[in-house]
């Protein structure tokens, strides 16, 4: 509520403000029912934290490792990432282990040319056994009508040395999901920070970063494509520099997609995309503009 202005009318957004003015606001308590009604809850059960808008799923993030399918090399097993994402009607929009593609996991952050004490570091492609991502702990979640959140830490892990494990990188994740019913909105703040005295070097590289794999079952479908906030679809759209990218297709005859949009405080954003020519995945990649180090 602001002064002058009546009951129930704009507060806040009551008109701009001429430079060097001043506008006074007050605060004042409201009638709000009481309520032990929860809309967002956050469950963990069996090493998986499932958020649930309106008591329907909404995304699941993998707080202990998901085993890859019978058959497939245990390097790309994966923990700290999110899968699946549903939409509202329970189609689901991202996928993992797909074929030949096996080392993208739905929602997820990784470099993939990295330089840690002389060594050269890939934690992304799994099958290279020099690097991979997990999670290390589950540190709170949060449960409530307007919003749900988790809050977990992750390492960045160099396997570069035969049957020695060593941390290059810690990285923080909150995941905040919104009591939104006609579509989901989350978000993802990501902080990383250097694991030991020593500076991690991201090289120049096409890709890494924080990226989505689509279902696999978009690939080669007619309906299936990207559109950035330029208006451009993937082949237009691959290494420009997009406020947003959607990526949609049709889940079980029905339309849906996911957007991500890359944060103004970001660093190096608008961030630089990868939008894949052919496969349902894109990521937002700074180390595509050139080097930069994560120093401790």
Known sequence: VTDGVPAGGPGVLAGPV???AQRRFRLSPADYPESDEVTVRCVVDRGVAVFRVAES???AFNVEEFEPPEGLSRHFRR???IHPVWTPAGHVVTDQFAPADEHKHGIYAAWVNADFQGRNID???QWKSTGTVENRQLIATVEGRVF???TSEMAYVDLSVKDVRKD???EEWVVTVYAVTDGRLFEIESRQRCATSDPVILRQHNYGGMAVRGPYAWQGQRECDFL???GKNRIEGNYTRPNWVNMHGLVDGAMGGLTMFCHPSNFRAP???RLHPELTYFVFTPVRLGQFEIKP
């Open 57 to 59: 799923p909404a995304l």
């Open 148 to 150: 749900g959140s988790l």
């Open 123 to 125: 934690f992304g492609n």
């Open 18 to 20: 001429p430079k060097m």
């Open 168 to 170: 290059a990188l810690f």
């Open 271 to 273: 961030q630089m995309v």
């Open 79 to 81: 923990s700290g990432h």
């Open 228 to 230: 950035t906030s330029e």
